[in-house]
């Protein structure tokens, strides 16, 4: 089985919305405090000198996880750490769900994917409880337990872009279609019943961009949650039901909607985000100190960065490797301060080459010949170094 990894990295994007109608730091390099979460703006230019990925590993600790007739990952879309500490993938092909426990040993795999009304076509986003995984698909939400039985089908009155849960209930993103005719607030806070509870981000701009997004615009962040809409520049902080915006990457003259105002009835979106070259997509991975950045100039193109909050300083990552193949690097989480990515078990070797024998580490029961012969994703905490 060929992996295709590279398919889901640069097209998360997963289907159009017919469905529903110098050197690498930058110039300011003054040192703040970010405990409190101001909003700062990070210069960003996307023509400084890639550094090497390896060069910026202080330690990496890697684990391998178990193949077995059922347990082959055909590629990584999305992560959740479960409250037991397992373990839990979706696939964008064939939106399937593996559950591992945390030494990476198979439990379970399932997948529903299908035109029924009790399946979906593909997974938008997803999270667990102890029992159950719930997959959210256009208004649907469906539960199964890890096996894949079916537990219970919501069908929302609304069609967010994603939804997750928050608290007490749920937090959705609008992704800048309207809540009811007059409601244009981006992000919206429900019970557990479902009931909007408070309105957050009113949108002010026309960017309707006719695309259904599998990057999930909710991701953890200290006790709550951030929030980020693929094709906006400012990551938002969710905290007591209420958005606070901390941080806008700026790529100046080189973001594709500075100050444009875009409606999904515009013909000339789809063009010019596959002829402009300009940056038109990303996705961030909040932490305390770092924020690790994906960001795409093309349909098949994308770059990513790690970049410091406290110095603003930024470090472009050089993901090549030799014979013009890039690393299959595909970030998942934050965990603690190490960011967590899948790689395919080819590139291995190519990345332990760049290491000293004491940068990195094999989980307890992770062996080099085991992940040789593996098709499976692998798993990498990466501590970057100080820059």
Known sequence: MKLKVKAVITFVLVGL?????????????????????????????????????????????????EETEEAKLSDILSFE????????????????????????EFISEFSHKGNDLNEYLFV??????????????????????????????????????????????????????????????????????????????????????????SINSFKRYKEDLTYHSILNDTIFYLKDKKSKAIAQIDFGKDWLWGGKDVAMQDPSVMGRIHEEGSVWAMNPFVSNELIYLTYYTAPGKYSQLVLNRRTRGYEILDLNMEGGKQYSLYPLAWEDDRMLFSILPQDIPHLLSGLGKKQYKLHEGTRLEEIESSQNPVLLWVKFKDF
């Not at 017919?18 to 960003?44: G, H, L, M, W």
């Not at 279609?177 to 992000?187: I, R």
């Open 17 to 65: 919305l017919a469905i529903s109608c110098s050197d690498n730091k930058s110039e300011n390099t003054t040192t703040v405090a970010v405990n409190d979460d101001q909003f700062r703006a990070y210069p960003i230019d996307v023509e400084n000198k890639p550094t090497a990925f390896t060069d910026l590993i202080e330690n990496v600790e890697i684990l391998a996880l």
């Open 81 to 104: 750490r479960g409250t037991d500490g397992k373990l839990h993938f979706s696939t964008a092909r064939k939106g399937e769900v593996f559950t591992y426990t945390k030494d990476g």
């Open 124 to 213: 938008q986003n997803f999270w667990t409880n102890s029992d159950s995984v719930t997959i959210y698909f256009n208004k649907r939400l469906l539960s199964y337990d890890f096996e894949g039985n079916g537990q219970s089908k919501r069908d929302l009155s609304f069609r967010p872009t994603h939804i997750y849960p928050y608290q007490d209930g749920y937090v959705v993103n609008m992704n800048f279609y309207p809540y009811q005719d007059s409601l244009f607030y981006n992000v919206l806070f429900l019970d557990k019943e479902f009931n909007v509870e408070a309105m957050a981000n009113p949108n002010t701009g026309l960017l309707r961009v006719p695309l259904l997004l």
